[in-house]
């Protein structure tokens, strides 16, 4: 749940009575954010699981993302998440997120973001967050809450596999840990050898629970873990063979387009919400497109935790998270409250200037 406010500066109209005023304008950084979220990684599932139910009883405003794309650059994208989130949060907001894959081979991180969060009451933003931590964030505590709530009705898994080393894998590992996960097995593969060495050394100097292996085909990491974990940057699926899954494990597919319609039509699929995952050529996308139907989705991930959908353990299960703007916002206002409880909330003096309709 998301804090109370503070008496620091807050958005006008954000629990209040009062007239709407045009809120001071806040900057927090990347620093700040992730002093505001290290460590509370039970804190900020709860967060995500009220945004997914404020969402699923329609209290929210989540519009399709807006994807620019570059002729020149056909591999890099800026993505919109504009979003609304009602209940007991009252944001609105939009994160601007970049995924430039080339920047890796530079050593810098493939996307970086910024998140505005606007009133509620008059529509003034009042903060602009660094937002990469925010969405990783809030992708590993969407994830850690559908390994918990779709593992449920099924032995807890013991061995993971994490296809894709890079910094979303980190983040969701350090939300399976942080809310109670331990692994006797943790698998790495990824197509970059020094990627595979970069998350194994991460995962043994930050005490991971388990022996750390690393699997030179995708194959062999699916089949060893129960719980496996989709974190690349696939255009197209390339995992085509079900029989890989013979053994039902638990699937977080964070990344969307790794896993052939063939391998969905097997499983019990889950979504964060089917309106946003099947679009944009994501593999439940193309699975509509081959079956002419949605009959292959069986709920969200709010129906799961409300009861209205059980899942199996005699299946595979398939989480596809589209990722939401909602959460962005309810993990950017969790954030902005603390900062703002802390008294180190920074604000910009006379950001907005003209504020007199006649002068």
Not at 212 to 226: G, K
């Amino acid at each position: 749940m998301t804090p109370a406010r503070t008496t620091a500066p807050v958005p006008a109209g954000a629990g209040t009575l009062r007239e709407p005023v045009v809120p001071p304008f806040a900057v927090i950084t990347g620093e700040q954010v992730q002093n505001a979220l290290r460590g509370r990684e039970k804190d900020i599932v709860a967060v995500i699981e009220n945004a997914y139910r404020l969402h699923g009883a329609g209290a929210s405003v989540n519009p399709p993302s807006s994807f620019l794309r570059f002729p020149d650059r056909p591999s890099s994208r800026i993505i919109a998440l504009p979003a609304s989130l009602g209940g007991d949060v009252q944001v609105d907001g939009v994160k601007w997120i970049s995924s430039f894959p080339e920047n890796v081979a530079a050593s810098i991180p493939r996307a970086s973001a910024v998140l505005i969060l606007n009133d509620h009451a008059t529509g003034y933003p009042f903060a602009c967050l660094e937002s990469s931590i925010i969405s990783a964030t809030r992708t590993a505590a969407s994830a850690a809450a559908a390994a918990d709530r779709l593992s449920r009705e099924r032995p807890r898994p013991l061995r993971v596999g994490f296809f894709g080393a890079g910094l979303i894998a980190r983040y969701i590992h350090t939300f399976l840990e942080g809310t109670g996960w331990s692994f006797e097995d943790i698998g790495v593969h990824d197509l970059s050898p020094s990627s595979s060495a970069g998350f194994r050394l991460y995962l043994e100097q930050a005490g991971a629970t388990g022996r750390v292996t690393v699997h030179d085909t995708a194959e062999e990491l699916i089949r060893r873990s129960d719980l496996v974990v989709f974190a690349t940057v696939a255009a197209e699926p390339h995992v085509l063979d079900p029989s890989w899954f013979a053994h039902h494990p638990l699937v977080l597919h964070v990344s969307l387009r790794d896993l052939a319609p063939q391998i969905l039509l097997t499983a019990t699929n889950i979504v964060d919400d089917v309106g946003h995952c099947l679009r944009a050529a994501t593999s439940p996308h193309l699975t509509e497109q081959l079956t002419g139907n949605r009959d292959f989705v069986h709920g969200t991930l709010d129906d799961v935790m409300a009861g209205r959908v059980t899942v199996p353990a005699d299946r595979t299960a398939v989480f596809s998270p589209f990722g939401l703007g909602v959460l962005d916002l309810a993990v950017g206002m969790y954030v902005y409250d603390e900062v703002a409880r802390s008294g180190e909330l920074r604000t910009v003096d006379g950001f907005f200037h003209e504020l007199r309709r006649y002068g």
